[in-house]
């Protein structure tokens, strides 16, 4: 049984500019606070609109939300972030010590947010708010963030894309695949590394 793609989208262009904004908000949302699931959002953007527009819309909804925190952590300052344990949670990781190291260089810091965005187990909207109160340009920072955001980026959205093509049996196999390797392969290589060493997350 083949899922009705042109039906999906036909009902969709229904909705004008809200569909797109809805995607945009969704993912900013999923950026700002980590309660907010940002998977369903790359699938579902996908599905609906392609690979390319999809992935579009998902990375501007991305770096809006990034931006947002990134700001945000830079006003509130220091001690804010500080207490809500996102200092110490990065700091358990290598990327993490790489952003908060003292007189780190710009392209430094720019190499530890890219690294952070991409390393499996690390709180993304946790890294936006303390890249803000670190000295990394604001140019720098969303640069990165695009460019470790956007391999995650394109693999789900494709995901969601195909995923309209198939049969459901297929859709469901292919959701199956992408639960283990986005969450149980990093779920895995995090325990594995505490297992080895219990003092420092790396």
């Given at each position: 049984?083949?899922?009705?793609?042109?039906?999906?989208?036909?009902?969709?262009?229904?909705l004008?500019i809200?569909?797109?904004?809805?995607?945009?908000?969704?993912?900013?949302?999923?950026?700002?606070?980590?309660?907010?699931?940002?998977?369903p959002?790359?699938?579902?953007?996908?599905?609906?609109?392609?690979?390319?527009?999809?992935?579009?819309?998902?990375?501007?909804?991305?770096?809006?939300?990034?931006?947002?925190?990134?700001?945000?952590g830079?006003?509130?300052?220091?001690?804010?972030?500080?207490?809500?344990?996102?200092?110490?949670?990065?700091?358990?990781?290598?990327?993490?010590?790489?952003?908060?190291?003292?007189?780190?260089?710009?392209?430094?810091?720019?190499?530890?947010?890219?690294?952070c965005?991409?390393?499996?187990?690390?709180?993304?909207?946790?890294?936006?708010?303390?890249?803000?109160?670190?000295?990394?340009s604001?140019?720098?920072?969303?640069?990165?963030?695009?460019?470790?955001?956007?391999?995650?980026?394109?693999?789900?959205?494709?995901?969601?894309?195909?995923?309209?093509?198939?049969?459901?049996?297929?859709?469901f196999?292919?959701?199956?695949?992408?639960?283990?390797v986005?969450?149980?392969?990093?779920?895995?290589?995090?325990?594995?590394?505490?297992?080895?060493?219990?003092?420092?997350?790396?």
């Amino acid at each position: 049984m083949q899922v009705n793609l042109a039906g999906l989208e036909e009902a969709l262009h229904g909705l004008g500019i809200w569909g797109p904004l809805i995607v945009i908000l969704l993912r900013a949302g999923a950026a700002l606070l980590a309660i907010v699931p940002s998977s369903p959002v790359l699938l579902a953007a996908g599905a609906l609109y392609g690979l390319l527009w999809g992935t579009i819309l998902v990375l501007i909804g991305a770096e809006l939300g990034s931006l947002a925190a990134f700001l945000i952590g830079r006003s509130v300052g220091y001690d804010f972030v500080a207490r809500r344990g996102w200092l110490t949670a990065l700091s358990r990781t290598r990327p993490g010590r790489w952003l908060l190291k003292d007189k780190a260089s710009q392209n430094r810091l720019m190499m530890a947010v890219f690294c952070c965005r991409l390393v499996p187990g690390i709180n993304l909207d946790a890294v936006s708010y303390v890249a803000g109160v670190t000295p990394i340009s604001t140019w720098r920072f969303c640069l990165a963030t695009f460019a470790g955001l956007l391999p995650y980026t394109l693999l789900l959205v494709g995901v969601g894309r195909e995923m309209m093509r198939v049969s459901t049996m297929q859709a469901f196999l292919i959701l199956l695949l992408v639960v283990v390797v986005v969450f149980l392969v990093p779920a895995i290589w995090k325990f594995a590394r505490k297992r080895k060493n219990p003092v420092v997350d790396a």
